[in-house]
């Protein structure tokens, strides 16, 4: 079966008189398609389909999407779609006040289109809320920290150790009321002087959130024997 070339389709029509709907209406009427079959090739909704039929423009909510079913819905039954937006400029310019209803993009969608998108938004909002949940529960959380050196805490021989700590770089390090600052890596030092026995080491933390956190460690210095 030969496809008619686009610009025969619109011969026999009286261009004064006939408008875009009438054109697509007639030439879908004559290829013995339903508006629900061409919803199923083009996934727009068929009311939406009788409104470009009817010539309804006030039915949608932008001009954008006007333009957008007119291109898929000609191409569909093999009219050139320059000519049909050619007709449809002439009628709709001549509507000095359209007022459309300010309906979502989502309503052109089939019912399968919607169900994706709505799922891809959920999900969207779900990672959103979990990113802003984990930086809340950062900005509210105190500060923590690591003691990284010394590795044992029991000394025979040393009147003073070293400590090495890592914590965050904008929390505030006082150790027995000294302030302590840390390098751009957050590590501080800390010279600890040993006496026989306990020795209790307290690191007292503030965050930049005001949140406040104190480490305590023991370190035992032996007599030698």
Do not use: C, H
Not at 122 to 131: D, E, K, N, Q
């Amino acid at each position: 079966m030969l496809t008619p070339k686009p610009e025969s389709i619109l011969e026999g029509f009286n261009f004064t008189m006939t408008t875009v709907g009438d054109i697509l209406k007639k030439e879908r009427q004559s290829k013995g398609l339903l508006l629900s079959d061409i919803e199923k090739q083009i996934k727009v909704r068929e009311k939406y389909l009788r409104a470009i039929e009817e010539n309804d423009w006030a039915f949608f909510s932008s001009k954008i999407y006007i333009i957008g079913i007119l291109k898929n819905y000609s191409r569909m039954l093999s009219i050139d779609p320059k000519r049909i937006l050619a007709f449809f400029r002439r009628d709709y310019e001549k509507k000095e006040e359209v007022k459309f209803k300010k309906k979502v993009a989502s309503g052109y969608l089939t019912p399968e289109s919607k169900k994706y998108f709505m799922a891809t938004a959920i999900l969207t909002a779900f990672f959103i809320i979990i990113y802003f949940g984990y930086q809340l529960s950062l900005y509210f959380s105190p500060p923590k920290m690591i003691i990284i050196s010394p590795s044992k805490t029991s000394f025979t021989t040393e009147d003073r150790i070293r400590i090495i700590g890592k914590t965050e770089r904008d929390a505030a390090v006082v150790i027995f009321g000294d302030r302590v600052y840390q390098n751009k890596d957050g590590i501080f030092e800390y010279s600890f002087p040993l006496k026989e026995g306990v020795n209790k080491l307290i690191i007292e933390l503030t965050g930049a959130n005001g949140r406040k956190t104190t480490i305590e460690k023991d370190f035992q210095k032996k007599s030698p024997k």
